[in-house]
């Protein structure tokens, strides 16, 4: 009889740290993932020692023709438009405004490899997102790419707006956007996912998540990086996130 994986050791430390609220230290060198793949297996184990299951994906990338990653997104870390959150539980909290999409239909793991044509075929719909940024290290973001990766990339929580179908005539690369706190905006000069066009990101989400025999399905929420950079809310209050297009989106602090 096959027995379950057993779960790196770092996975358990920040799993733990989660939990309890308690920022990592240093780490020693043989704790560090040593490659993506490591960090990716860590993701994995971070969510089997949780009990949960994949709600979605973040993903992204430095620049328009840079090299990609991401982390699955644990169910029960999203939540709908307009929920509250504790500030001290999402340290430091750092505040993206995105867009999101949904597929219509299911990529199934399979020997070849899906082509960009047939994942583009597969969005069905888009959303306003606002992810939460948080870490479970005290020295963030003095923290090895590596180890960030294997952290679930920063993730504490993706606030998803009203669902709408997809457009492929939207300005994905120059959106015009809002994002305020308490009706102050928070939006720096330069407005751009680093991506370029997210959707540049969507296929190789398809492919590293069919890679590893798991089945993207059709709610899966896939965020694709933050035009607005991240801010760090220093204060409690309401954030209200809005994309030209697309609903609007909120969330409060306290």
Not at 91 to 104: D, H, Q, T
Not at 139 to 163: C, M, R, S, Y
Request: glycine fraction near 8%; charged fraction near 20%; aromatic fraction near 8%.
């Amino acid at each position: 009889m096959n027995s379950a994986p057993s779960p790196s050791r770092l996975a358990q430390l920040l799993v733990d740290a989660h939990r309890e609220r308690s920022p990592l230290g240093e780490l020693n060198a043989d704790l560090q993932p040593s490659d993506k793949n490591a960090a990716y297996q860590i993701q994995q184990d971070i969510l089997r020692l949780r009990g949960v299951t994949p709600g979605g994906w973040k993903i992204g990338s430095k620049s328009p023709t840079g090299p990609i990653q991401g982390s699955p997104l644990p169910q029960d870390c999203l939540f709908a438009s307009a929920s509250e959150f504790a500030r001290a539980a999402y340290p430091p909290p750092g505040v993206e405004l995105e867009i999101a999409f949904r597929f219509n239909r299911a990529f199934t793991p399979r020997e070849e490899a899906y082509s960009d044509d047939e994942v583009m075929a597969g969005i069905g719909e888009m959303a306003t997102t606002i992810e939460l940024v948080s870490s479970r290290f005290a020295a963030w973001p003095k923290i090895e790419p590596l180890t960030q990766l294997a952290d679930l990339l920063n993730h504490g929580a993706l606030i998803v707006g009203e669902f709408v179908p997809y457009d492929d005539s939207f300005d994905f690369v120059n959106p015009t956007l809002e994002l305020t706190l308490n009706g102050v905006s928070i939006v720096p000069s330069a407005v751009a996912n680093p991506a370029g066009d997210p959707r540049r990101l969507l296929p190789w989400l398809v492919n590293h998540h069919t890679g590893q025999g798991l089945t993207v399905p059709r709610e899966f929420v896939i965020t694709t990086g933050s035009y607005t950079g991240i801010f760090l809310a220093d204060s409690a209050g309401q954030v209200q996130g809005r994309i030209q297009g697309l609903p609007a989106i909120s969330l409060t602090l306290v």
